[in-house]
């Protein structure tokens, strides 16, 4: 069995760290040895719900048999929040895990979009946008078979929205997967 771990701040022993940033918001995100917590940190119950989000996510997609009685920390620091952190958590939690060369079964992004009141859809919204919408969506999907790994929403929105926002964001998860192989690429170029 493995197990996860999320913190907003520890120390440790670094494997791996990358910065993301999409849009305006900016997630650093660092792979961790076996943790001592240096600083006591009490996240609320909006971080454990995150957290808990993300750990599910990644597990989904890691080849656990591959390391019985392991534990991974994932530490993921907010730097800046300008909207889509969720789904900015999530590709970071990927880049680090891949960055680490952790064993997976596939890849997988997240995405944030937003149904205005006008019923536009809005993909990699602002704090703002997201304030003002009638409902989020947050996504994570995998590479192979585009399935949804994660699902929540904030608001209210019919199926057909739900569909629409779906597709969408399916679609937009292409170019996240191109820029994952475009990153490796250029990583191992320079050698």
Request: with cysteine.
């Amino acid at each position: 069995m493995m197990f996860l771990m999320f913190f907003i701040f520890s120390s440790a022993v670094r494997i791996g760290q990358n910065l993301l940033i999409t849009s305006q918001t900016c997630r650093l995100s660092e792979l961790f040895a076996p943790v001592k917590l240096v600083e006591n940190y009490f996240p609320g119950v909006a971080e454990k719900a995150k957290e808990q989000m993300i750990k599910n996510t990644c597990e989904s997609v890691i080849l656990t048999a591959l390391h019985p009685r392991t534990s991974i920390t994932v530490v993921l620091q907010v730097i800046h929040d300008a909207g889509s952190l969720l789904s900015c958590c999530l590709n970071a939690s990927f880049v680090a895990m891949m960055d680490a060369g952790l064993p997976m079964k596939s890849s997988f992004c997240g995405l944030t979009c937003v149904i205005g009141t006008d019923g536009n859809i809005v993909l990699d919204p602002t704090a703002k946008q997201e304030k003002e919408s009638r409902a989020v969506l947050i996504f994570g999907i995998e590479s192979t078979e585009k399935k949804v790994l994660l699902l929540t929403t904030k608001g209210s929105c019919s199926v057909e929205e739900l569909q629409r926002c779906l597709a969408i964001c399916q679609k937009a998860s292409e170019k996240i997967f191109q820029f994952y192989r475009d990153s490796l690429r250029r990583k191992f170029s320079k050698s």
